[in-house]
């Protein structure tokens, strides 16, 4: 910004205003004005009388003196901000505000170790400013980010309060870590999750590979720049930002009640004299008398009205010499799923304090000689009683609600937790026991401190080097205490139980780079940038224990020293995983008067991943852009076309984020709990501890690389109200990086290999349009994206790597899988073809042989189809049965203002993936609580072509099919709010900003999946499986009201 | 100026190359790992070779019980069924031949090449290591050896044709046939009794050695491995992987050796081998004066052994004794005082009351190995159809099953023996059964050395009946059969020796209308051998799979008829 003019180009502007203002005559006026942004005055803007050359320049309070003609409309325009016109009407004094520019040309855009006007970027990069970020009221920035980033696909990883986010750039590219690469404010691995919505200043993303390759080696994946508020010269501004909320569940899926569920197993076969024989006391009495209805294990654990608020305030300032930016935050978000009564208050907070600063040290003659600056964060999350477990089919408290037994009250007379049912099936239990005894009483706590420093030297103008040092300080600890439990015959505990942990450490980066602007022929502009950079990660250790029998029965005295029995400790000390990387990096940046513009890209990059002589990588890239609205034959469209640009690239990036160590077999000790010890001699208590080799090696592991070609198109039309941004790209990741799923008869855990190849293609583009009706501004942004992924090859015999067994319920085969010429982690089971209505349908199922296909069905199983036509049911008659991945996925936002109001809708949807959904353990718990759909089951010809027989055969619901699969398209709409600034009704505030609005979040979802929440995050631990529901912790339906105010 | 310009020049010079010094070199980019060892300097020392060979031992009690050598025979056999409750599918699949589902084997067939992967590292980099005498690198060869051998013949026994693993790369192998197996098998034996020292079991320094494989074992190892491939694959020697063979003469020898020369021997009266005899409160064992011999007895030659220190989930399985658990009696209401001395467990395996009717009142065996539930001599108050128990016959197996003692003098509370025995601060009932599971006793050896013909056949007989007060018999195949079946049931035997016998149709014989209760209900119980499986399990499907076809199903299990329903 160009807020800051030398002395001498104000006094010739003056002389400028003087000669101007002797235009005098007698249908003139003499208006005086300020122009300003917010509290800030606008120094040597262009004042000017419209379709005249009557005009002046803002002195340096920003106030100007013009003589115009009645009626006369004024024209203010200063670079950074759009251009606005006043009409003077009978005014004689102007307060003329000036609104930044939030997409004119002159915007930068990040790209990795400098900016660059975003008029002269080459690449795939999408921008989201921190104010876009904020009115979404998220806890986390990546929640923000989701309806505003085409070609991000991010969706929630469990959705409990404090969890994270899964990000993925265009398309999953590596069954390894598909992370994208966080930097913030220059510094690698970043912590997104520790950030402030506030703190944020903008995000850009860096998708194309040409982009993302200054980040050479851990950019395939893509990267993610995040900036936090900068401080700016001027008047102190503070900002503070706050919200509170109540959240409730949006959707309950419905399950039985005592009655229907008795009828149904009475249908499977067990009468009531089982019941009778089987459940204790009066319940079934109860049930019959219709004074028990049965437990709803839903509304049990459904918390009302959660709490949520944040605050936040932000400072921003500086002067001459230095500049600064402070914010400080407060998080709390209580969960919407958990214990009504609770020893530990289920409560996630976050503090975060942010101090930005920069100095000039030695300015001479107009050149910064010397500049030295430091960002820092800190961090606390404090997450207490948040153990409750979502996800798997094991710990997952949201399937124990779906699953849980109806007949089970959840009291006894005494007020205690009623007794599991284990006449009728040993192994169950007290779904809020369970979740009270074993996971609530727990605090977990992590500490961070991030931040650098760094040195720019300018010995002469257009040299700039930079040298900056980043750190990160993360801690931890965390408490657990587990009462004296009885679940059940085979889950109990007779000693109490206290766990401890903390551990800390420390990862720091070094990187210098060399700056270099040069003009060669006058307007061949060229930037060149070489640098140098070293990491070093895992430096820090973990302790943790646990121990049994404590002196106290409490959460607030579950401290090992509290324990005195030494007879039940386990004890874990160890370092973090340590790792490093080295690289060298260039780039040539070339422009030709704004019209075409080209970069080049070249990275070297170490790491201490792989073996020697498999460490260095090279990741180049190249681009070029053309402004075509640049060129003179374009004059005549420029009256509606503002900008035209077309852009190409290709490059590659890397891949290297890997567990340490995989090129060597590493030999695991044994301890207590990985049981490599035996017991020679004849003391029963001792152990002889042993050691054996834990994974298999492979020491030609290697960068795992993406190449990927983009082509690009960003252009604005009729006076940038419309902006229209496209992309299509190829990205092919070539190695990556996977353990196999190793056979059994390797004897220890498989090896990390390059195990494949995987495309994937796409499309992007955005749209937007901002204009203003009378007096009602409005805007409307969508984006969509489209990516196909297809796997190319897989490094083994076989072309496909089957995902984990038993992911839907026990006793299941593997569900997904990635396999040549499929998308990556595709749903592979069986496709049924109805129900058998009767004897005959059975009897007529026959091969071309006439032999019957599936002789020991019976009328009500399902009809699985002989794909081969092999004349039996097995695994080769798999096939694709669903897609997690979405083909689409799209976002929209909606922008009304009307003089004090504003109000925006933002929507975000997928569309084209399935998800796996199983609320019940159809294999081997036959006493599950079943969702109403099963009072549908068939139950006598053409009852049902969908849902078997409750007394049907196993293989129904064992063998994996289309049965689980159910279509996850969907349209949610998650942010409507309101905002009212009383500033602009009562200009006499002293203030320039003060907004009171409210929010309502996630009020509508569109879609016809059946299960809780179509946004299912859950993985089976494998970072290439998605789509999964098994009961999930959804998205809260939040109600918030909240103020800004500006000072 | 222009000479301070360039002195700041070289000040980013200087810092330039002070960051590329940094980088230039490797060094910063070798990390070391600070918790584990790796190949590239493991194993070196003997103190490393035997670190591993513990790793080797740790395995044995790493197959889930449900898929082990030991649990599946005992099931399969003629001599009793299923059990457990109605969501126990897998154990009453096993019994009738049956899939709960197809990866019903997955944890245990993992778990018996987890022991072949160990055992091919450490036998692979024996010459890696720096041994002091030849007698210490023999000691661990021999050891480690058996180990292979023993985890090989398990998986034989159990499916049949198995690929045949004898390096540590990762490689993707078919069935390998028997003949190579065996071969392997009988050489790693071969060399194990060539390469353990010949030390009594007088001799041993129990108190660090006990459970160590000695060369005693090796050689009624080599006995039970010729019976069986010669029984079930009817040949005349065993291979070995030079080309060689093994004859009946040699077997003859070793096991003549072992019988004469190990020093192990029959302990005085049978019922002290088993942990019942321990609890002087059971009227059983007070009126026959007997008194336990405790873990690593004479008699035993070759044992599972379990510890006092499992104290967490994660490691009940390979700590404990979980047969004892599987096989305890399942769900009193009435509490299991009054099923004294007899504790709580799943109820499997419940015993065929054929095998009760066909055993002779006069031999001691009978009740000393088979309880009779609603015997009130035995037990107080025995409540039918705890916790839904199907297969329920009334009969079960006294010798792996949990054992209590009263917790005072009030004798109102049990607790299990091994609290008293080994103080265990006793958190679960799960993990409380510590005794060692016997996989070779000697009687077994002495029949093993009868049914081969050795010179003092009739006196090996003579000597297992003298011991339980029977006289003798002529040592006929006959006599032995019987023998073996009331001597050694519940042992983990009797389903290979029908087997290898070509007797499996006495599995459906014996097991043909028996009457049981199913939950409460009476029922019938028949269960019929599937002769097209050889007797074979199924492999997991997971496996066959994963090998994209290069593994193939066993016989008798391709498809969805065989699932339990």
């Given at each position: 910004m160009l807020k800051v003019r030398t002395r001498s180009k104000v006094f010739i502007l003056l002389l400028l205003l003087l000669t101007c203002s002797f235009a005098f005559s007698q249908n003139k006026v003499t208006i005086t004005g300020t122009v300003r942004s917010g509290t800030e005055s606008l120094i040597g803007a262009n004042v000017l009388e419209k379709g005249t050359k009557t005009g002046t320049i803002t002195n340096l309070n920003g106030q100007f003196t013009l003589t115009v003609g009645k009626n006369a409309e004024i024209e203010v325009s200063y670079l950074g901000y759009e251009p606005t016109i006043v009409t003077v009407g009978n005014r004689t004094h102007l307060t003329i505000e000036m609104k930044e520019s939030a997409n004119l040309l002159n915007e930068v855009v990040a790209i990795g170790y400098g900016v660059q006007k975003k008029k002269l970027n080459t690449g795939a990069t999408v921008q989201v400013k921190g104010e876009d970020i904020t009115k979404l009221s998220t806890v986390n920035v990546l929640g923000a980010l989701q309806s505003q980033t085409p070609g991000v696909s991010i969706t929630k990883l469990d959705g409990k309060p404090g969890d994270g986010f899964k990000v993925t750039i265009r398309g999953l590219g590596t069954m390894g870590n598909s992370n994208p690469l966080y930097i913030v404010d220059g510094v690698p691995n970043g912590d997104i999750n520790l950030l402030n919505p506030s703190d944020i200043e903008t995000i850009d993303v860096l998708k194309d590979a040409a982009s993302a390759a200054i980040y050479g080696a851990r950019a395939s994946n893509g990267v993610i720049l995040i900036t936090t508020k900068q401080g700016k010269k001027g008047k102190a501004s503070i900002q503070y930002d706050g919200y509170w909320g109540w959240q409730n569940v949006a959707k309950k899926v419905a399950t039985l009640n005592a009655k229907q569920y008795l009828s149904v197993l009475d249908k499977a076969g067990y009468n009531l004299a089982y019941f009778d024989s089987n459940v204790p006391g009066d319940i079934l009495t109860k049930v019959d008398n219709g004074t028990f209805t049965g437990t709803d294990w839903q509304d049990e654990m459904t918390l009302k009205n959660a709490p949520i608020q944040s605050q936040a305030v932000n400072i921003v300032s500086g002067n001459d010499m230095s500049r600064y930016s402070f914010g400080f935050s407060y998080t709390s978000q209580s969960p919407i799923i958990g214990l009504k009564n609770s020893e530990v208050k289920s409560l996630y907070e976050r503090y975060t304090a942010r101090m930005n600063s920069d100095h000039d040290l030695i300015k001479h003659n107009g050149l910064n000689l010397l500049q030295f600056g430091e960002t820092f964060t800190m961090g606390l999350v404090n997450s207490s009683g948040l153990g409750m477990g979502t996800g798997s089919i094991y710990w997952n408290d949201v399937r124990n609600a779906l699953t849980g037994n109806p007949l089970l009250p959840v009291y006894d007379s005494k007020g205690s937790y009623h007794a599991a049912l284990t006449g009728l099936d040993y192994s169950s239990d007290n779904p809020l026991a369970e979740m009270d005894y074993l996971r609530s009483r727990v605090n977990s706590k992590s500490y961070s401190a991030r931040g650098s420093f760094y040195l720019t030297l300018q010995p002469i103008k257009d040299l700039k080097f930079k040298t900056n040092f980043g750190y990160a300080y993360n801690g931890w600890s965390s408490r657990q205490y587990v009462p004296v439990y009885t679940l059940n015959t085979v889950s109990f505990s007779k000693l109490d139980q206290v766990s401890q942990g903390s551990g800390n450490g420390l990862q720091w980066s070094l990187d210098n780079t060399l700056n270099y602007e040069f003009k060669l022929f006058n307007n061949h502009k060229?930037?060149?940038?070489?640098?140098?950079?070293?990491?070093?990660?895992?430096?820090?250790?973990?302790?943790?224990?646990?121990?049994?029998?404590?002196?106290?029965?409490?959460?607030?005295?579950?401290?090992?020293?509290?324990?005195?029995?030494?007879?039940?400790?386990?004890?874990?000390?160890?370092?973090?995983?340590?790792?490093?990387?080295?690289?060298?990096?260039?780039?040539?940046?070339?422009?030709?008067?704004?019209?075409?513009?080209?970069?080049?890209?070249?990275?070297?990059?170490?790491?201490?991943?792989?073996?020697?002589?498999?460490?260095?990588?090279?990741?180049?890239?190249?681009?070029?852009?053309?402004?075509?609205?640049?060129?003179?034959?374009?004059?005549?469209?420029?009256?509606?076309?503002?900008?035209?640009?077309?852009?190409?690239?290709?490059?590659?990036?890397?891949?290297?984020?890997?567990?340490?160590?995989?090129?060597?077999?590493?030999?695991?000790?044994g301890n207590a709990t990985n049981s490599a010890g035996y017991y020679f001699g004849t003391d029963k208590s001792t152990t002889t501890y042993g050691s054996y080799p834990d994974i298999i090696a492979n020491k030609d592991l290697?960068?795992?690389?993406?190449?990927?070609?983009?082509?690009?198109?960003?252009?604005?039309?009729?006076?940038?109200?419309?902006?229209?941004?496209?992309?299509?790209?190829?990205?092919?990741?070539?190695?990556?990086?996977?353990?196999?799923?190793?056979?059994?008869?390797?004897?220890?855990?498989?090896?990390?290999?390059?195990?494949?190849?995987?495309?994937?293609?796409?499309?992007?583009?955005?749209?937007?349009?901002?204009?203003?009706?009378?007096?009602?501004?409005?805007?409307?942004?969508?984006?969509?994206?489209?990516?196909?992924?297809?796997?190319?090859?897989?490094?083994?015999?076989?072309?496909?790597?089957?995902?984990?067994?038993?992911?839907?319920?026990?006793?299941?085969?593997?569900?997904?899988?990635?396999?040549?010429?499929?998308?990556?982690?595709?749903?592979?089971?069986?496709?049924?073809?109805?129900?058998?209505?009767?004897?005959?349908?059975?009897?007529?199922?026959?091969?071309?042989?006439?032999?019957?296909?599936?002789?020991?069905?019976?009328?009500?199983?399902?009809?699985?189809?002989?794909?081969?036509?092999?004349?039996?049911?097995?695994?080769?008659?798999?096939?694709?049965?669903?897609?997690?991945?979405?083909?689409?996925?799209y976002g929209i936002t909606l922008n009304f203002g009307y003089k004090a109001f504003d109000l925006s809708v933002t929507g975000y949807g997928v569309a084209g993936n399935q998800i796996a959904k199983s609320y019940r353990n159809w294999t081997n718990k036959t006493?599950?609580?079943?969702?109403?759909?099963?009072?549908?089951?068939?139950?006598?010809?053409?009852?049902?072509?969908?849902?078997?027989?409750?007394?049907?055969?196993?293989?129904?619901y064992s063998?994996?099919?289309?049965?689980?699969?159910?279509?996850?398209?969907?349209?949610?709409?998650?942010?409507?709010?309101?905002?009212?600034?009383?500033?602009?009704?009562?200009?006499?505030?002293?203030?320039?900003?003060?907004?009171?609005?409210?929010?309502?979040q996630n009020p509508f979802t569109f879609t016809k999946y059946s299960g809780l929440d179509p946004e299912v995050g859950y993985n089976a631990d494998q970072s290439w499986a998605s789509g999964i529901d098994l009961g999930y912790y959804q998205s809260a339906r939040t109600f918030l009201v909240g103020c800004n105010i500006k000072f | 100026m222009i000479l301070k310009k360039s002195r700041k020049m070289k000040k980013i010079l200087y810092l330039l190359i002070i960051?590329?010094?940094?980088?230039?070199?490797?060094?910063?980019?070798?990390?070391?790992?600070k918790t584990k060892a790796d190949t590239s300097n493991y194993p070196r020392t003997m103190d490393n070779a035997s670190s591993?060979?513990?790793?080797?031992?740790?395995?044995?009690?790493?197959?889930?019980?449900?898929?082990?050598?030991?649990?599946?025979?005992?099931?399969?056999?003629?001599?009793?069924?299923?059990?457990?409750?109605?969501?126990?599918?897998?154990?009453?699949?096993?019994?009738?031949?049956?899939?709960?589902?197809?990866?019903?084997?997955?944890?245990?067939?993992?778990?018996?090449?987890?022991?072949?992967?160990?055992?091919?590292?450490?036998?692979?980099?024996?010459?890696?290591?720096?041994?002091?005498?030849?007698?210490?690198?023999?000691?661990?060869?021999?050891?480690?050896?058996?180990?292979?051998?023993?985890?090989?013949?398990?998986?034989?026994?159990?499916?049949?044709?198995?690929?045949?693993?004898?390096?540590?790369?990762?490689?993707?192998?078919?069935?390998?046939?028997?003949?190579?197996?065996?071969?392997?098998?009988?050489?790693?034996?071969?060399?194990?009794?060539?390469?353990?020292?010949?030390?009594?079991?007088?001799?041993?320094?129990?108190?660090?050695?006990?459970?160590?494989?000695?060369?005693?074992?090796?050689?009624?190892?080599?006995?039970?491995?010729?019976?069986?491939?010669?029984?079930?694959?009817?040949?005349?020697?065993?291979?070995?992987?030079?080309?060689?063979?093994?004859?009946?003469?040699?077997?003859?020898?070793?096991?003549?050796?072992?019988?004469?020369?190990?020093?192990?021997?029959?302990?005085?009266?049978?019922?002290?081998?088993?942990?019942?005899?321990?609890?002087?409160?059971?009227?059983?064992?007070?009126?026959?004066?007997?008194?336990?011999?405790?873990?690593?007895?004479?008699?035993?030659?070759?044992?599972?052994?379990?510890?006092?220190?499992?104290?967490?989930?994660?490691?009940?399985?390979?700590?404990?004794?979980?047969?004892?658990?599987?096989?305890?009696?399942?769900?009193?209401?009435?509490?299991?005082?009054?099923?004294?001395?007899?504790?709580?467990?799943?109820?499997?395996?419940?015993?065929?009351?054929?095998?009760?009717?066909?055993?002779?009142?006069?031999?001691?065996?009978?009740?000393?190995?088979?309880?009779?539930?609603?015997?009130?001599?035995?037990?107080?108050?025995?409540?039918?159809?705890?916790?839904?128990?199907?297969?329920?016959?009334?009969?079960?197996?006294?010798?792996?099953?949990?054992?209590?003692?009263?917790?005072?003098?009030?004798?109102?509370?049990?607790?299990?023996?091994?609290?008293?025995?080994?103080?265990?601060?006793?958190?679960?009932?799960?993990?409380?059964?510590?005794?060692?599971?016997?996989?070779?006793?000697?009687?077994?050896?002495?029949?093993?050395?009868?049914?081969?013909?050795?010179?003092?056949?009739?006196?090996?007989?003579?000597?297992?009946?003298?011991?339980?007060?029977?006289?003798?018999?002529?040592?006929?195949?006959?006599?032995?059969?019987?023998?073996?079946?009331?001597?050694?049931?519940?042992?983990?035997?009797?389903?290979?020796?029908?087997?290898?016998?070509?007797?499996?149709?006495?599995?459906?014989?014996?097991?043909?209308?028996?009457?049981?209760?199913?939950?409460?209900?009476?029922?019938?119980?028949?269960?019929?051998?599937?002769?097209?499986?050889?007797?074979?399990?199924?492999?997991?499907?997971?496996?066959?799979?994963?090998?994209?076809?290069?593994?193939?199903?066993?016989?008798?299990?391709?498809?969805?008829?065989?699932?339990?329903?």
């Amino acid at each position: 910004m160009l807020k800051v003019r030398t002395r001498s180009k104000v006094f010739i502007l003056l002389l400028l205003l003087l000669t101007c203002s002797f235009a005098f005559s007698q249908n003139k006026v003499t208006i005086t004005g300020t122009v300003r942004s917010g509290t800030e005055s606008l120094i040597g803007a262009n004042v000017l009388e419209k379709g005249t050359k009557t005009g002046t320049i803002t002195n340096l309070n920003g106030q100007f003196t013009l003589t115009v003609g009645k009626n006369a409309e004024i024209e203010v325009s200063y670079l950074g901000y759009e251009p606005t016109i006043v009409t003077v009407g009978n005014r004689t004094h102007l307060t003329i505000e000036m609104k930044e520019s939030a997409n004119l040309l002159n915007e930068v855009v990040a790209i990795g170790y400098g900016v660059q006007k975003k008029k002269l970027n080459t690449g795939a990069t999408v921008q989201v400013k921190g104010e876009d970020i904020t009115k979404l009221s998220t806890v986390n920035v990546l929640g923000a980010l989701q309806s505003q980033t085409p070609g991000v696909s991010i969706t929630k990883l469990d959705g409990k309060p404090g969890d994270g986010f899964k990000v993925t750039i265009r398309g999953l590219g590596t069954m390894g870590n598909s992370n994208p690469l966080y930097i913030v404010d220059g510094v690698p691995n970043g912590d997104i999750n520790l950030l402030n919505p506030s703190d944020i200043e903008t995000i850009d993303v860096l998708k194309d590979a040409a982009s993302a390759a200054i980040y050479g080696a851990r950019a395939s994946n893509g990267v993610i720049l995040i900036t936090t508020k900068q401080g700016k010269k001027g008047k102190a501004s503070i900002q503070y930002d706050g919200y509170w909320g109540w959240q409730n569940v949006a959707k309950k899926v419905a399950t039985l009640n005592a009655k229907q569920y008795l009828s149904v197993l009475d249908k499977a076969g067990y009468n009531l004299a089982y019941f009778d024989s089987n459940v204790p006391g009066d319940i079934l009495t109860k049930v019959d008398n219709g004074t028990f209805t049965g437990t709803d294990w839903q509304d049990e654990m459904t918390l009302k009205n959660a709490p949520i608020q944040s605050q936040a305030v932000n400072i921003v300032s500086g002067n001459d010499m230095s500049r600064y930016s402070f914010g400080f935050s407060y998080t709390s978000q209580s969960p919407i799923i958990g214990l009504k009564n609770s020893e530990v208050k289920s409560l996630y907070e976050r503090y975060t304090a942010r101090m930005n600063s920069d100095h000039d040290l030695i300015k001479h003659n107009g050149l910064n000689l010397l500049q030295f600056g430091e960002t820092f964060t800190m961090g606390l999350v404090n997450s207490s009683g948040l153990g409750m477990g979502t996800g798997s089919i094991y710990w997952n408290d949201v399937r124990n609600a779906l699953t849980g037994n109806p007949l089970l009250p959840v009291y006894d007379s005494k007020g205690s937790y009623h007794a599991a049912l284990t006449g009728l099936d040993y192994s169950s239990d007290n779904p809020l026991a369970e979740m009270d005894y074993l996971r609530s009483r727990v605090n977990s706590k992590s500490y961070s401190a991030r931040g650098s420093f760094y040195l720019t030297l300018q010995p002469i103008k257009d040299l700039k080097f930079k040298t900056n040092f980043g750190y990160a300080y993360n801690g931890w600890s965390s408490r657990q205490y587990v009462p004296v439990y009885t679940l059940n015959t085979v889950s109990f505990s007779k000693l109490d139980q206290v766990s401890q942990g903390s551990g800390n450490g420390l990862q720091w980066s070094l990187d210098n780079t060399l700056n270099y602007e040069f003009k060669l022929f006058n307007n061949h502009k060229f930037t060149a940038l070489i640098g140098n950079s070293v990491e070093k990660w895992g430096l820090g250790v973990d302790v943790s224990g646990t121990n049994k029998g404590s002196n106290f029965t409490t959460f607030d005295n579950a401290y090992l020293s509290n324990v005195s029995s030494i007879s039940n400790v386990t004890l874990s000390g160890s370092p973090w995983s340590e790792g490093g990387i080295a690289s060298f990096f260039g780039r040539l940046n070339y422009d030709y008067l704004g019209k075409y513009m080209a970069s080049v890209v070249m990275r070297a990059d170490g790491s201490s991943n792989f073996a020697s002589g498999h460490r260095w990588g090279y990741f180049p890239s190249v681009s070029a852009g053309w402004n075509i609205t640049e060129e003179p034959f374009f004059e005549n469209f420029k009256s509606f076309i503002d900008q035209l640009k077309v852009r190409a690239s290709w490059g590659e990036n890397g891949n290297c984020n890997i567990p340490t160590f995989r090129y060597l077999s590493t030999v695991a000790y044994g301890n207590a709990t990985n049981s490599a010890g035996y017991y020679f001699g004849t003391d029963k208590s001792t152990t002889t501890y042993g050691s054996y080799p834990d994974i298999i090696a492979n020491k030609d592991l290697k960068w795992e690389t993406s190449i990927q070609t983009d082509l690009g198109l960003d252009s604005r039309f009729l006076h940038n109200r419309l902006g229209f941004t496209f992309d299509i790209y190829e990205k092919k990741t070539m190695d990556w990086l996977v353990q196999t799923t190793g056979l059994a008869i390797w004897g220890t855990a498989a090896p990390y290999v390059n195990g494949g190849d995987i495309l994937n293609r796409g499309l992007e583009c955005s749209l937007s349009w901002d204009d203003k009706i009378g007096k009602v501004t409005y805007g409307i942004h969508g984006n969509a994206s489209y990516n196909k992924n297809k796997v190319l090859s897989i490094n083994n015999k076989d072309g496909f790597i089957n995902g984990a067994s038993n992911i839907l319920s026990t006793n299941t085969s593997y569900l997904y899988r990635a396999q040549v010429g499929y998308p990556i982690g595709y749903f592979r089971g069986y496709k049924t073809d109805g129900i058998f209505q009767n004897q005959a349908q059975i009897d007529n199922y026959v091969d071309a042989n006439g032999n019957k296909i599936m002789p020991n069905a019976k009328p009500g199983d399902v009809k699985f189809l002989d794909l081969n036509k092999d004349g039996s049911i097995s695994e080769t008659d798999k096939t694709m049965i669903g897609d997690p991945h979405p083909d689409v996925s799209y976002g929209i936002t909606l922008n009304f203002g009307y003089k004090a109001f504003d109000l925006s809708v933002t929507g975000y949807g997928v569309a084209g993936n399935q998800i796996a959904k199983s609320y019940r353990n159809w294999t081997n718990k036959t006493f599950d609580n079943y969702t109403t759909d099963i009072l549908g089951a068939w139950n006598g010809e053409g009852t049902s072509n969908r849902i078997p027989a409750v007394n049907g055969s196993s293989i129904n619901y064992s063998y994996i099919s289309d049965l689980y699969i159910e279509n996850g398209d969907y349209f949610r709409i998650t942010n409507i709010t309101l905002g009212y600034d009383l500033k602009k009704a009562i200009k006499s505030l002293p203030i320039s900003e003060f907004r009171i609005y409210g929010t309502v979040q996630n009020p509508f979802t569109f879609t016809k999946y059946s299960g809780l929440d179509p946004e299912v995050g859950y993985n089976a631990d494998q970072s290439w499986a998605s789509g999964i529901d098994l009961g999930y912790y959804q998205s809260a339906r939040t109600f918030l009201v909240g103020c800004n105010i500006k000072f | 100026m222009i000479l301070k310009k360039s002195r700041k020049m070289k000040k980013i010079l200087y810092l330039l190359i002070i960051a590329c010094s940094l980088m230039s070199c490797e060094d910063f980019l070798n990390t070391t790992n600070k918790t584990k060892a790796d190949t590239s300097n493991y194993p070196r020392t003997m103190d490393n070779a035997s670190s591993l060979l513990t790793g080797v031992y740790s395995i044995l009690g790493r197959p889930e019980p449900l898929g082990s050598s030991f649990m599946t025979s005992e099931l399969m056999s003629d001599d009793r069924f299923g059990g457990g409750g109605p969501n126990d599918l897998t154990t009453r699949a096993i019994d009738q031949f049956k899939k709960s589902s197809d990866d019903m084997f997955d944890n245990s067939w993992k778990a018996y090449y987890f022991g072949i992967f160990r055992s091919n590292f450490l036998i692979s980099n024996l010459d890696k290591i720096k041994w002091d005498t030849i007698a210490s690198r023999n000691k661990v060869e021999g050891q480690v050896r058996f180990m292979r051998a023993y985890f090989y013949f398990d998986l034989s026994r159990m499916y049949g044709e198995i690929p045949l693993v004898t390096s540590t790369d990762a490689q993707n192998l078919p069935k390998s046939p028997a003949s190579k197996t065996y071969a392997l098998i009988a050489s790693d034996l071969k060399a194990s009794i060539e390469l353990l020292p010949s030390v009594k079991y007088q001799d041993m320094n129990l108190k660090t050695d006990l459970g160590r494989v000695t060369k005693w074992a090796a050689e009624a190892m080599m006995a039970r491995v010729f019976l069986f491939y010669t029984g079930y694959y009817k040949t005349e020697t065993l291979p070995l992987t030079d080309g060689g063979t093994i004859t009946k003469q040699q077997v003859v020898d070793w096991i003549s050796d072992c019988i004469e020369n190990s020093g192990h021997g029959l302990v005085d009266d049978f019922r002290n081998i088993w942990a019942y005899s321990y609890v002087q409160d059971y009227n059983y064992t007070a009126a026959n004066g007997l008194s336990w011999v405790g873990d690593g007895s004479k008699e035993t030659v070759f044992a599972i052994k379990y510890s006092a220190t499992a104290n967490d989930w994660n490691s009940t399985q390979q700590k404990s004794n979980q047969y004892c658990l599987y096989f305890g009696l399942r769900g009193q209401p009435l509490g299991f005082k009054n099923t004294f001395p007899f504790g709580i467990g799943w109820g499997f395996g419940t015993v065929n009351p054929k095998l009760w009717q066909d055993w002779d009142d006069t031999d001691i065996r009978k009740k000393g190995s088979i309880l009779n539930a609603l015997d009130k001599t035995e037990l107080k108050t025995y409540v039918k159809g705890g916790d839904n128990l199907l297969d329920e016959t009334m009969y079960w197996n006294k010798k792996y099953i949990p054992i209590n003692v009263w917790k005072d003098s009030t004798k109102t509370t049990v607790e299990n023996f091994s609290y008293k025995l080994y103080s265990m601060t006793g958190t679960d009932y799960q993990r409380d059964n510590i005794e060692d599971l016997i996989i070779i006793r000697f009687s077994d050896v002495l029949l093993m050395a009868a049914e081969l013909g050795a010179p003092n056949a009739q006196n090996y007989l003579d000597k297992v009946r003298a011991r339980v007060g029977l006289a003798t018999v002529p040592v006929t195949l006959d006599n032995i059969k019987k023998e073996r079946r009331f001597e050694l049931a519940f042992e983990g035997v009797r389903y290979y020796d029908l087997l290898r016998w070509g007797d499996a149709s006495l599995i459906t014989t014996n097991q043909t209308n028996i009457p049981i209760y199913n939950n409460k209900v009476a029922a019938t119980k028949t269960v019929s051998f599937r002769p097209e499986t050889g007797g074979f399990l199924s492999i997991p499907q997971t496996e066959i799979n994963l090998s994209n076809g290069v593994l193939t199903q066993n016989p008798g299990w391709v498809g969805s008829d065989n699932n339990l329903k």
